[in-house]
């Protein structure tokens, strides 16, 4: 299965039999069949036809509006893939279940975390990632010894910011990618930019898939449930940052795909990838999710995997959930 991005502007995308066609100044730019398309993800100014859109919700397949820079305006579903059928188990978990569950998933998150600056300090033997790497783990064992969210939340904030600290030491391609600290609302730079677009791309490939499985995006474990946030979305995404977003822009910029001048635009008071550099982006982005991981599998395929995990601990809470960690 694979998933439509539609990112250069003025495109529309029209059905012709079982084909969708994306088309941009009356010539067609590319073409997937319907019954091969998981979603369809929409960035800023084009439109998709009722034709197409009649399709899709008859093969199931979503479509998500996004702005330029990657936030979520919002996604049609087709009736059935509704998630009312495993709201109350999920609304019925105890306290005890959620917090193993998120104990799981900031120690998954720090490991891994701590995995990218060890492959770094193979390549850079800089003192500065000896240090984070000994603090991450330090944070990750620590983790086991936490009874409340909000004080897991506030290792898994200590770990992002040790993390970040030294993030920018991992930048070896092109000087003008400088990296400080992170910055979310607007990102300050190209680096920050980068993250963000990544982190929202991947959020949105998570909640589809967790709807496909029929759960209930908005009710989690670690992060707060909210009627306007898809907590759950949050939670599984945690255990993805650094592995596939964060290993992305390094390879990004050590490889000099992208260039700092001429892939993002400066307005709104913040720094966005522009066309060019989110086409560069999502190219790479699709090329690394379709390839293998180190277990001879698409990562398109773990993102599943990790969510049905997730179902199946709904199901039978005493077994746990498994977050996803690298090695």
């Known amino acids: ?21 994306v088309k941009q100044r009356g010539q ?59 709201n109350r188990y999920q609304q019925s978990l105890e306290l005890v279940d959620r917090l193993l569950v998120a104990r799981a998933i900031v120690k998954a998150k720090l490991k891994n ?24 783990e330090y944070l990750s064992q620590k983790t086991e010894q936490i009874n409340s969210i909000d004080q897991l939340m506030g290792i898994e904030g200590a770990g992002a910011s040790c993390y970040f600290s030294v993030f920018g030491d991992c930048l070896t391609g092109d000087k003008d990618f400088v990296f400080l600290t992170r910055s979310r609302r607007p990102p300050a ?18 909640l589809a898939l967790i709807e496909l499985q029929g759960l209930d995006p908005y009710q989690a474990c670690l992060h707060q449930n909210s009627q306007r946030h898809a907590a759950l979305t949050s939670d599984l995404l945690e255990e993805f940052r650094a592995p596939i977003v964060d290993s992305l822009v390094i390879y990004l910029v050590n490889r000099r ?36 991981n180190q277990n001879q599998e698409p990562r398109w395929d773990l993102l599943m995997q990790q969510v049905k995990r997730y179902k199946q601990f709904i199901y039978n809470p005493i077994d746990g959930y498994q977050p996803y960690q690298i090695s």
């Open 1 to 21: 299965m694979t998933s439509l991005y539609v990112s250069a502007q003025g495109c529309y995308v029209s059905l012709n039999q079982q084909y969708l066609l």
């Open 28 to 86: 067609t730019i590319a073409e997937v069949q319907l019954p091969h398309t998981e979603q369809i993800l929409i960035f800023g100014k084009s439109q998709i036809t009722t034709q197409a859109v009649r399709a899709c919700l008859k093969h199931n397949i979503a479509i998500v509006y996004l702005s330029r820079m990657g936030y979520c305006y919002g996604r049609l579903l087709p009736l059935e893939r509704g998630y009312r059928q495993l």
């Open 113 to 136: 975390c701590r995995v990218i600056l060890q492959r770094q300090y193979r390549q850079k033997e800089l003192p500065s990632l000896v240090l984070a790497i000994e603090t991450l």
């Open 189 to 206: 730079n190209p680096v920050n930019a980068m993250l963000s677009f990544g982190y929202q791309v991947l959020w949105n490939h998570l």
């Open 257 to 292: 795909i992208v260039n700092a001048s001429d892939d993002f635009e400066y307005r709104d008071g913040g720094c966005f990838l522009n066309e060019s550099g989110r086409k560069k982006y999502l190219k790479a982005f699709v090329q690394r999710m379709e390839s293998s």
